[in-house]
């Protein structure tokens, strides 16, 4: 009997072509929570479609939120942060989405009234959610947890401003305090020792909501007035390009365009990164702003080994399986340190990643908080396991590309929660 989630990946000469990556998934949850927040009608173009994000939708139809999905954009009608209704059976499924449950939760705690219970898959249940639940309770949530993990159960009530120093760097846990600010009485501050993600911090400014920065310590003040309305164009996600930068890099006589990813500094780590190690990555038709895109042109190129280390983590920690695969071309040793909460993500993506370079013949390390990666030799090829984890099986699937022999990805399907295309532009290139 043939298995149906195993796909065989096979090696190519090269690879050329344009693509034009998926809606950038953290914006893409983000922009529909604050549709939900704004009252009235708001319009999103290039959203993620990906599981993750219509997670994220699902939810917000529960509490009240309507949504017309087009080919490319999509309109949504919202009751406004006030006008949100309990869901009618109390529970909010956020299936495999960390961002959803913890974003949700945040925005929630402080909705009186709320009465609910989330849950997700076995994968996402699973996940921490103290690192949520502490912050809020000091916020004066009612929230609670069995064991630190879901079902969270929310019953909204009043929330008063607090300071909060984070003490992970986690752009989700930054973003559930703040937007529980927005309910809250007084002003509500958060402290990062290392930058992560901006997301949310720049769509509230660009929505007009009063947030400041002074150095490390961002603060938000109650939401006195509903936002109107809004338009917003979601640029590509710059996590999934990645894949696509990684491939042309490795393979000999390569050359893409990938068009319109976002640049935003706190998620272009990787590209810093690779440019420092010898890649040729071109920015092209750059547009600034808050959240600024443009055109990356990339083209093969022979790398030297690299070092992450803990203050780097925060602004590469998507794309570390992939760099642990660059590594693995790269002469020379790489090390990868600081980067423990990998081991919380989907899966241990640290083992994981282990495993799948040991799979294909790559020698490599294991370490608490990371790996060292000993680049130089062919990658022989051979079965990966996905775990259930998308970026794992993607990296993957890059792998089979640059091996002397297939890859075969065991669980390949999991791609589907955020970029559910990767499979067709990896055909469509690796013929071009």
């Known amino acids: 009997m043939t298995d149906h989630n195993i796909k065989s990946i096979h090696p190519v000469e090269s690879i050329r072509g344009q693509i034009t990556l998926p809606g950038d998934k953290s914006l893409s949850h983000r922009a529909l929570i604050f549709a939900a927040i704004a009252k009235g009608s708001s319009k999103i173009r290039h959203l993620n479609i990906g599981a993750d994000a219509l997670s994220t939708i699902a939810c917000l139809q529960k509490l009240g939120v309507s949504f017309q999905l087009g080919k490319f954009t999509v309109d949504v009608e919202s009751p406004g942060l006030a006008g949100l209704k309990n869901p009618s059976d109390g529970i909010l499924n956020c299936g495999n989405s960390g961002t959803t449950v913890r974003l949700m939760a945040g925005l929630l705690a402080g909705c009186e009234q709320m009465n609910l219970s989330m849950i997700g898959d076995a994968s996402l249940s699973k996940r921490p959610m103290r690192r949520i639940i502490d912050p809020l ?42 937007l529980a600010g927005l309910s809250a009485q007084g002003k509500t501050f958060v402290e990062e020792t290392l930058p992560s993600r901006n ?71 990787y590209i810093k990164l690779l440019r420092s190690c010898g890649a040729d990555i071109q920015i092209a038709d750059e547009k600034k702003g808050l959240e600024p895109s443009g055109d990356l042109i990339v083209r093969s190129s022979t790398l030297k080994a690299f070092h992450i280390r803990s203050k780097q983590v925060p602004n590469l920690i998507d794309e570390i399986p992939l760099l642990a695969l660059i590594a693995a071309v790269c002469k020379g040793k790489s090390t990868i340190r600081g980067a423990k909460e990998l081991r919380y993500k989907e899966c241990d993506r640290i083992s994981a990643t282990v495993e799948m370079l040991r799979n294909i013949g790559v020698e490599v390390e294991e370490f608490d908080d990371g790996m060292d990666i000993v680049g130089g030799n062919p990658v022989a090829g051979g079965d990966v396991y996905a775990h259930g984890d998308h970026r794992i099986a993607m990296t993957a699937s890059i792998a089979g590309l640059v091996a002397q022999s297939p890859v075969r990805v065991r669980g390949w399907s999991t791609v589907d929660i955020s970029y559910p295309d990767f499979y067709n532009i990896l055909e469509r290139i690796s013929k071009s």
């Open 137 to 178: 309770k000091k916020m004066g949530a009612d929230i609670s947890s069995e064991n630190g993990t879901l079902p969270l159960v929310i019953r909204g009530t009043k929330l008063k401003g607090i300071q909060y120093q984070l003490p992970v760097a986690s752009a989700q846990v930054k973003s559930c305090v703040l």
């Open 199 to 269: 997301h949310t911090e720049t769509m509230m400014k660009m929505f007009r909501i009063p947030i400041f920065r002074n150095k490390n310590i961002i603060s938000v003040h109650t939401l006195r007035r509903p936002i109107p309305g809004f338009e917003y164009s979601v640029p590509g996600d710059p996590s999934s390009a990645a894949y696509w930068v990684a491939a042309a890099l490795m393979i000999p006589k390569s050359r893409l365009l990938l068009r319109k990813v976002s640049l935003n500094p706190t998620r272009t780590g």
